[in-house]
Nanobody, 121 residues
Framework: QVQLVESGGGLVQAGGSLRLSCAAS????????MGWYRQAPGKQRELVAT???????NYADSLKDRFTISRDNAKNTVYLQMNNLKPEDTAVYYC???????????????WGQGTQVTVSS
């Protein structure tokens, strides 16, 4: 089994910062692309940022100036540094990873359980 466990969410005032972490554990041969998505109340889940194993990144256009994604391959962990947070960033943030469980296994997508980020005005 593979698990993605997120941490670092919470309540912060507008203009503040948070750093989210997501660690993948279990039967993992290799972790490929990892990323973060978010879902605000009443809205669809949307892309925040993704990062390849070689650290090529992709961001939602509206977030690239304030958010930074990074990863530690040795720890199978992805991070999201969020700066200058705004009330509209309030959402549940979900970690996402494409993982190989073996050399001949299929690439499988896994999701974390989500971590709440609330930004007060």
């Amino acid at each position: 089994q593979v698990q993605l466990v997120e941490s670092g969410g919470g309540l912060v005032q507008a203009g503040g910062s948070l750093r989210l972490s997501c660690a993948a554990s279990g039967s993992i041969f290799r972790t490929n692309d990892m990323g973060w998505y978010r879902q605000a109340p009443g809205k669809q889940r949307e892309l925040v940022a993704t990062i390849t194993r070689t650290s090529s990144t992709n961001y939602a256009d509206s977030l690239k100036d304030r958010f930074t994604i990074s990863r530690d391959n040795a720890k199978n962990t992805v991070y999201l540094q969020m700066n200058n947070l705004k009330p509209e960033d309030t959402a549940v943030y979900y970690c996402h990873a494409k993982i190989l469980r073996g050399l001949t296994a299929a690439l499988t997508v896994y999701w974390g359980q989500g971590t709440q980020v609330t930004v007060s005005s």
